[in-house]
Structure formats: C-alpha cells, structure tokens
C-alpha cells in the first residue's frame, strides 16, 4: 500500500522539492507559517486525540506521504459517475488549509494545498502535524483549536480515554452549530457509532466507507 500510494505521488512530490528551492515567495511563506505553527503545538495534544484524527479524517496516513492519490481517484470517479462531491483531503492538506485560509473550490488551489502539504511531511513529523492540526481546528460553534479542547476536557488532555477523544474529533466532520438540532445530533451519533466500528473491527462495508471518508 505504502509503495503504491508514494509513486502515484511521485511526480507532485518531485514538484514540490524543485519549489521548495526555486518557488515563489507567496509559497514559502504559507511553508513557512505551517512550520512554524507545527513546531509550536506539535505535541500540544496528547496521542489519543492524535490517533482519533487519523481513524477519523485519514486512515491511509502512515503511508501516504501527504497526499493520498488512491482517495483523489476515488473522488474523481464518483464525481464523474454519480456527479457527487467526495473528499480526498488528507490530515496534512486540511491544516494547510487552516493556516492559508484558502477555501476557493479550485483546480489550482487545490494543487497549491497538496505541494504544500507535501513539502511538509518532508520537513517535519506526520503527528507534530496532526497534533497542531487539532490544536487549531474547529469543532463548532465557540470551541476552537486547543482552547475549546480544554474547555470540553479540562486543561490535562492526557487524561482523556480514546474514545471520548474520537467522540470530540468527530465534530470536524459535523461542527458544533450555535443551536444544535435533532439532524445535526443525530448525524453526529451516526458518526461516531461508525468511527466505534471502524476502530473495533465491528463495522460493516458501509460502515467502513461512510466512516473512513476523509472531507473536502
């Protein structure tokens, strides 16, 4: 799996070493704030937490190498057969996206947040990533990033059971709303029964592919 997901990224993962030395300035500035940011919380969050985001988000982690090309495929296909929008983000690319702040739903951005997220995974870990992911992300409505982590569990994060972590990091799919409704609860069970699942070998096929859809 590790082989075949690092040469179907061979050749980004070339273009992203070749701009990590002659790209512009707008880029390694983005490189920049990322690094900077991962250094800071990179073990902000304690390791069940860490492990709750990548059953959640990205399964396929430990062997990809920033980009998961078998979720893009994926994506592409389902969005050409069925017209349905699918995700193929993976850990690294979401928090690129919340550093940069870029959401448009373009090609080129796109490609902007994979050789970035590249160009990351080659100059620091994939859990410090992932840690400041969580530590800067949004959960909902008046919880964010480490903050509204510490305001769910208290300031010893290292005290939280795996499970109750997967149970908050499953908010990243279905943020918290200013007034939560039956349907945002009951999207929200559904999902964390199917994470349970998928993390105790129990789930079904559909299970398994609702659950392990990464977002966009």
Not at 184 to 189: D, G, R, V, Y
């Amino acid at each position: 799996m590790s082989i075949i997901l690092w040469v179907l990224a061979a050749p980004l993962s070339i273009i992203s070493l070749l701009l990590g030395r002659f790209g512009s300035a707008s880029l390694h500035s983005d490189l920049e704030n990322c690094l900077k940011l991962a250094i800071r919380f990179g073990e902000s969050v304690p390791g069940a937490f860490v492990d709750a985001l990548f059953l959640a988000e990205d399964h396929r982690n430990k062997f990809h190498p920033g980009v998961d090309f078998l979720a893009v495929s994926r994506a592409v296909w389902v969005r050409v057969r069925l017209g349905q929008v699918q995700g193929a983000s993976t850990i690294e690319q979401q928090f690129v996206r919340v550093v940069t702040n870029r959401h448009e739903r373009t090609v080129r951005r796109k490609i902007r947040e994979q050789i970035l997220a590249l160009m990351l995974v080659q100059r620091i870990s994939k859990r410090h990533i992932a840690s400041a992911y969580l530590a800067i992300a949004f959960y909902g409505s008046g919880s964010v990033g480490l903050d509204g982590l510490q305001h769910k569990f208290g300031k010893d994060l290292s005290k939280v059971p795996f499970y109750q972590a997967l149970g908050f990091v499953a908010q990243l799919k279905y943020p918290r709303p200013i007034r939560p409704t039956k349907e945002w609860n009951a999207k929200l069970a559904t999902r964390k029964e199917a994470l349970r699942n998928l993390r105790d070998g129990t789930a079904n096929k559909r299970l398994q592919r609702d659950a392990a859809l990464p977002r966009t």
